[in-house]
């Protein structure tokens, strides 16, 4: 079960809601919603999300029920990390970013 702190966007739709509504800091997780994300990214962005509650809003974009998500973000593979701000990428990184790697990213745009 993952937390509610994080959104799960499960369709296309949901996922460009989600970056559409703005409103400052966005990370996207994109990754298959599936065990290994269970036991590695969803703690990691809770952590996060506690850290940055009411700075960052944090979400996954299910890469097996958005095929496309990766390359539309220019993710060459997933696990991989989007950062919005107001709707606009400013930052990208590919692979399983260890948190600090995700907090320099955050603090940049903070």
């Known amino acids: 079960m993952f937390p509610l702190t994080i959104t799960v966007l499960t369709s296309e739709a949901s996922l460009q809601e989600e970056v559409a509504r703005g409103g400052g800091l966005l990370l996207l997780a994109v990754?298959?919603?599936?065990?290994?994300?269970?036991?590695?990214?969803?703690?990691?962005?809770?952590?996060?999300?506690?850290?940055?509650?009411?700075?960052?809003?944090?979400?996954?974009?299910?890469?097996?029920l958005i095929p496309a998500a990766a390359a539309s973000f220019g993710l060459?593979?997933?696990?991989?990390?989007?950062?919005?701000?107001?709707?606009?990428?400013?930052?990208?990184?590919?692979?399983?970013?260890?948190?600090?790697?995700?907090?320099?990213?955050i603090n940049k745009h903070v």
């Open 31 to 64: 990754a298959p919603a599936d065990e290994n994300v269970e036991r590695r990214i969803m703690p990691l962005l809770e952590l996060l999300s506690d850290e940055y509650r009411g700075k960052v809003r944090f979400a996954l974009a299910d890469s097996r």
């Open 76 to 105: 060459a593979t997933v696990p991989g990390f989007v950062l919005y701000r107001d709707g606009e990428v400013v930052e990208r990184s590919v692979g399983a970013a260890p948190r600090q790697i995700l907090k320099v990213m």
